[in-house]
């Protein structure tokens, strides 16, 4: 069994319906749900938009392996309603987004999957949440711990 954490967003709809609703999703197909975090509201990153996205994260224990685990999420995003994933830096307003932030401790660099999810250090609507359930956790890549990730973060935005 693996240890992973996904990123979940939403800035349509129900927003956190469509959080709850992604969960269900996760711990009915990719494994247990052993921790969430809160959900929080925050600005859209990497593009504009009037819509605030709504964002947690989930920590799961799943038997996927990480080509299925982005197959499974991909499907989960699609009949969620999520048109197409973001690529080439242009982000759109979606429905739900389950990114894999953690895969045990796996670096991976796949034409299709990057692992630990590339952005992750640079998120602060990602590491918020992945703070509040896994702030000791360290970065396979960086070998920091989330919550120092976090602070690295907290400071570059206020300098």
């Known amino acids: 069994m ?3 954490f996904l990123g979940l967003g939403t800035n349509l709809g129900e927003k956190e319906k469509n959080l709850c609703l992604a969960i269900q999703y996760i711990e009915k197909r ?3 749900i052993l921790s969430r975090s809160a959900f929080y509201i925050t600005p859209p990153w990497g ?11 989930v920590e799961v224990d799943s038997s996927c392996l990480p080509e299925e685990l982005l197959r499974i999420t991909r499907e989960i995003e699609t009949e969620m309603g999520r048109v197409a994933k973001s690529a080439d830096g242009n ?3 979606r429905m739900i987004d389950i990114d894999i932030l953690l895969y045990d401790d796996l670096i991976l660099d796949t034409e299709g999957l990057t692992l630990p ?13 992945l703070a509040e359930i896994a702030p000791d956790y360290i970065h396979p890549v960086f070998k920091k711990s989330v919550s120092t990730l976090l602070s690295d973060i907290q400071a570059d935005t206020t300098a």
């Open 117 to 129: 999810h590339p952005y992750l250090h640079e998120r602060l609507f990602v590491l918020e949440p």
């Open 91 to 93: 982000y759109t307003d």
């Open 30 to 32: 990719i494994g247990k």
């Open 47 to 57: 593009f504009v938009s009037d819509n605030d996205f709504l964002n947690g994260v």
């Open 2 to 4: 693996a240890k992973v």
